[in-house]
Antibody, heavy 122, light 107 residues
Framework: QVQLVESGGGVVQPGRSLRLSCVGSGFTFSNFGMHWVRQAPGKGLEWVAVIWSDGNHKYYADSVKDRFTILRDNSKNTLYLQMDSLRVEDTAVYYC???????????????WGQGTLVTVSS | DIQMTQSPSTLSASVGDRVTITCRASQSISSWLAWYQQKPGKAPNLLIYKASSLESGVPSRFSGSGSGTEFTLTISGLQPDDFASYYCQQYNRSPPTFGGGTKVEIK
């Protein structure tokens, strides 16, 4: 069965960095576009970033552009989110989510991980 | 960015009720709309894609309709397991955007 397992969350001070990971199993990871979606405490869902299945194209929400980097290692079935210059407003549960098995992502999500909490606080 | 507006934000209903949630897009998104269910402390779960296509394994009491700018999610015969939050999401144009959510509560 499809599984996505995130890790790497924690408490970090404003301005510092953190790297999240998401390991996929139960499917051919290299065939799927992958996303990060976040949810601030008590709030709704916000898309963060997408990476194509081959890793050659990446797109970001304006709120994280130039601070966050989405990466993948298809040999390790792993998706990453490198988060730099973190702000208090980045506090959220971060989910990785799977797109469709196409080179160009469809931008909707059929499987989600359980999420990892990132708290940015001094 | 395309703005998605859901109504109501909270809905009180009883087991067995027929429930309808509305989602409106700020511009036409054709049928490129998905619906998700989220329970407290859990990840969202895909219910509907392409406005009306039921995801595999999702009970048939869930249905979606609409196109253009107005969409609905209907639960026909609310079950205890359905008390949760529901989100619509457009994928017509990047960035993908979500509605603010509808919380379905026990009456």
């Amino acid at each position: 069965q499809v599984q996505l397992v995130e890790s790497g969350g924690g408490v970090v001070q404003p301005g510092r960095s953190l790297r999240l990971s998401c390991v996929g199993s139960g499917f051919t990871f290299s065939n799927f576009g992958m996303h990060w979606v976040r949810q601030a405490p008590g709030k709704g869902l916000e898309w963060v970033a997408v990476i194509w299945s081959d890793g050659n194209h990446k797109y970001y929400a304006d709120s994280v552009k130039d601070r966050f980097t989405i990466l993948r290692d298809n040999s390790k079935n792993t998706l990453y989110l490198q988060m730099d210059s973190l702000r208090v407003e980045d506090t959220a549960v971060y989910y990785c989510a799977r797109d469709r098995p196409t080179l160009v992502p469809d931008l909707w999500f059929d499987y989600w991980g359980q999420g990892t909490l990132v708290t940015v606080s001094s | 960015d395309i703005q998605m507006t859901q109504s109501p934000s909270t809905l009180s209903a009883s087991v067995g009720d027929r429930v309808t949630i509305t989602c409106r897009a700020s511009q036409s998104i054709s049928s490129w709309l998905a619906w998700y269910q989220q329970k407290p402390g859990k990840a969202p779960n895909l219910l509907i894609y392409k406005a009306s296509s039921l995801e595999s394994g999702v009970p048939s009491r869930f249905s979606g309709s609409g196109s253009g700018t107005e969409f609905t999610l209907t639960i026909s015969g609310l079950q205890p397991d359905d008390f949760a939050s529901y989100y619509c999401q457009q994928y017509n144009r990047s960035p993908p955007t979500f509605g603010g959510g509808t919380k379905v509560e026990i009456k």
